[in-house]
Structures are given as structure tokens and as C-alpha cells.
């Protein structure tokens, strides 16, 4: 009996939607997306690609992705930055990731991303950064 009760509560568990914790500043030209996460994982992924999505879809081409809460990221959290990196490419706009932290950035490192996303180590300078690209475009 105890047992059956202990896998219940543990596919309930499973089965519990998690709520992504995160804030989003709508600028004129861009937008900046804070994570409130310690963990960027399969639970969190999906939905941080749909507010991408979502965001592309209402026209920002520039987008910040900031990490700085973010300490840890799997093989679909990757995935997730990428679909973001991919829609602004294709719109002409930027996705630049920044406050990474030192876990984080050593996983896009061993699987060479860094190379294919645009990464600045404080919100100043993405934010500048993100500024003259949005001026330009």
C-alpha cells in the first residue's frame, strides 16, 4: 500500500506543470528576458522557447537573454537559447545571451557554441549592444 501511494505522489509529481519564473522588458525595439531559474532544464525549455516564439511573433527581431539566476543548463536548455539565436538571425535582429554563469558557459564552451552564439558578460553591454543594432535596423 505504501508503496503505491509513493508512486503516486511521484507521478503527480512528474506530472505537475512547472510555471517558468521569469521577467520580460518590452523596449521599443527589443526586449530583454530575465530568467528567474537556478536550473534551465527540460522543465523549463519548452516554455522558455514558446515566450521566444511568442516574442518574435510580436515583432522583436532583438532579443537579451539574461542567465545571471541561472547556474545550471542541459542539452535542451541549449536547444532553447538556440531556437532564440535562430529566430532573430532569421529576422535580421540579434539574440545575445549575458551573466552567464561560470557552469553554464562551460557547457557552451565544450559544445561550441560559443562560436555560433552572441555572448556578452554584463547587461550594460548587451544592452548597449542591443541599442545600436536596433538603431541600425
Do not use: W
Request: include cysteine; proline fraction near 2%.
Amino acid at each position: 500500500f505504501f508503496i503505491r501511494i509513493s508512486f503516486l505522489n511521484l507521478f503527480a509529481t512528474i506530472l505537475q506543470p512547472t510555471i517558468m519564473h521569469y521577467t520580460l522588458d518590452k523596449k521599443e525595439k527589443y526586449a530583454v528576458l530575465k530568467l528567474h531559474e537556478q536550473k534551465l532544464n527540460t522543465l523549463i525549455s519548452a516554455e522558455l522557447k514558446s515566450e521566444l516564439l511568442i516574442l518574435n511573433s510580436q515583432g522583436y527581431i532583438h532579443i537579451v537573454l539574461d542567465l545571471s539566476d541561472t547556474q545550471y543548463c542541459d542539452s535542451s536548455g541549449l536547444s532553447a537559447i538556440l531556437v532564440g539565436n535562430r529566430i532573430c538571425r532569421n529576422a535580421n535582429g540579434n539574440f545575445i545571451v549575458t551573466e552567464i554563469s561560470d557552469p553554464v558557459k562551460k557547457l557552451i564552451n565544450i559544445s561550441q557554441l560559443d562560436s555560433v552564439l552572441t555572448i556578452v558578460p554584463k547587461i550594460d553591454e548587451a544592452l548597449a549592444q542591443i541599442n545600436k543594432a536596433a538603431a541600425v535596423s
